[in-house]
């Protein structure tokens, strides 16, 4: 009898714990519709952990910090020059260095093209047949994925590197096509703590692997053909899209607001590439649209004079760092930011391979760090 009794009183204790712990849904008011406005921040010295996952887990993230915040307002797609490319999109905001054209139905977010630079080069670029970007209803244990190319054309006259590639021929175009594959699984929920408030949260854990192509164009017998060229040209030329290999994003979302709470991206290594984190609107530092965040340097790859141009940061002193990936510091410049300016440094002595260059604040915080390409001619 007193065992039946401890029995029972076991299993309505499990009910109870069931009952009273109550299970995060991603509803469809996350989707991105036209007139919102995006305010994230990006942390490239993360120490953070990321790692435990199931149910009713807790992640403190307060120590993610940064002295700029970007707004990205969410665009009707019509409104944007390369609407007419892109006639299913409905909206289109920032991403990488142009547009991000998307559809939006009524459980899902579809990158359909994108519109901007590559390479230094103006492109336009189909994702066939589309990107999963953002996918509701979702609970823990949901899993989904997705499978997408993008391809673009290149002139090659427009490439400014083109001799450095050493891709033995002499082509008119190049083809780039990036084919990706992407699962995703919910494999964690919980409270989740930044410095300025709290969340009930969703964890997506999205494992991506890209594997790029590269197709020279020519003409030969009055024919013109594409030839593969993938394996002539280093990983590094193209540093604007996300490298070939596997790599692992964590992505927290929550109702109470569009932007990804977190986003956690690492690199090929498992090492943490940089965090993006949900940040204030009334922050004193905000990026307006009209005075957009810009640290990028170019050429990039180069081989002589590298110029950085910085727009769009709070007044203040800031430092311009070139590293080796070993953390060396090899060039460093301070500037006093005003208005927007450039820093022009030569590279022509360092050996060929990647570098880091960041921008640090007066309190040696870095704000932004991206990645460099010497190449030798």
Known sequence: MFKRIFFILIINIIIFLNMSYSQVTIKENILYRAGDVLYTSLDYAANIDYQNKGKNQTWDFSTLSSSQVEETPVLSAYLSIASSSFPNADISFRHWQGDAYVQVTDKEMRWVGYE????????????????????????????????????????????????????????????????????????????????????????????????????????????????????????????DLPPNGTRNIYEFLAN???????????????????????????????????????????????YKDVKVDIRGFQEGEYTIKLYDLLGNEIISSEINYTKPTAVVFNVQKLNKGTYLYAILDDKNKTLMAKRLIVIKP
Not at 135 to 163: G, R
Not at 262 to 274: A, R
């Open 116 to 239: 901007g630079e590559i390479l230094g080069v103006k492109v336009l670029a189909d994702i066939k047949p589309y990107a999963i970007i953002r996918k509701t209803p979702l609970k823990f244990n949901d899993s989904y994925s997705t499978n997408y190319s993008m391809s673009f054309v290149l002139n090659t006259e427009d490439i400014p590197f083109l001799d450095e590639m050493n891709l033995l021929i002499s082509p008119d175009s190049l083809r780039i096509t990036q084919n990706v594959k992407i699962s995703s699984k919910v494999d964690a929920e919980g409270s989740l703590n930044l410095a300025y408030s709290a969340y009930e949260v969703l964890r997506i854990y999205h494992q991506e692997t890209n594997q790029r192509t590269i197709e020279a164009h020519i003409v030969k017998n009055g024919k013109g053909q594409w030839i593969d060229v993938s394996d002539r040209v280093e990983d590094d030329f193209f540093n």
């Open 256 to 302: 109470e607001v569009k932007e990804p709470i977190v986003k956690i991206v690492l690199d090929n290594q498992g090492e943490i590439e940089y965090v993006q984190y949900k940040m204030d609107a009334e922050g004193s530092n905000v990026a307006s649209s009209s005075k957009k965040v810009v640290f990028g340097a170019s050429p990039n790859p180069a």
